[in-house]
């Protein structure tokens, strides 16, 4: 999985204020009522998008009117935005966000090596015990290609970790 930071942002501003939408005047709103976490977020998803100035313009007479302008400011064009929220100059609540992403991505790329390791443990086990990826597939009602895919090609990502543990566990109970 190829996570960006524009999808990283949509996802981010949609679990903060737990609306399913990208309009900013409805995103917006929620900040200014009863989400103020997602403040930054919000404005680093319009920045991205070239509409900083349009998310400052739109909250005037708001609580983060002014950290909205200034930011409007600094963040003029989309394609600096993660340069400049890397950088020493950017305020901390803004640099989280950019940290929150890179998190999120390093955790998707972590839970891939996880995968990785089980499908090893796997083969392991279905070898010692002669378990048949058929059989396991029938047994635990599982997708036949996306399992060969995942043991037999090691394409992680045809799999979730459950099901990676559910089949480790299978291949380690049976005789």
Known sequence: M????KGFLRWYCRELTGLETDNLRKLRDSVATSMPAAAEALMVFAAVQDKA?????????MWMESS???MAEQLRDPEEV?????SPEAPPRYRAVWNAYIAKRYAIAGERRIIAGMREKTLQAMEGRNV???RLCKDLGLNKGNIY???GKGDDTKVSQ???RR??????KAS
Not at 53 to 61: E, H, N, P, R, W
Not at 167 to 172: D, F, P, R, V
């Open 2 to 5: 190829n996570l960006t930071f």
């Open 53 to 61: 100035g349009y998310l400052a313009t739109i909250s005037q007479g």
């Open 68 to 70: 909205y302008a200034q």
């Open 82 to 86: 993660s340069f400049y929220l890397q």
């Open 132 to 134: 048949t990826v058929y």
């Open 149 to 151: 895919a995942f043991l």
């Open 162 to 164: 459950g099901t990676a």
């Open 167 to 172: 089949i480790l566990e299978y291949a380690c």
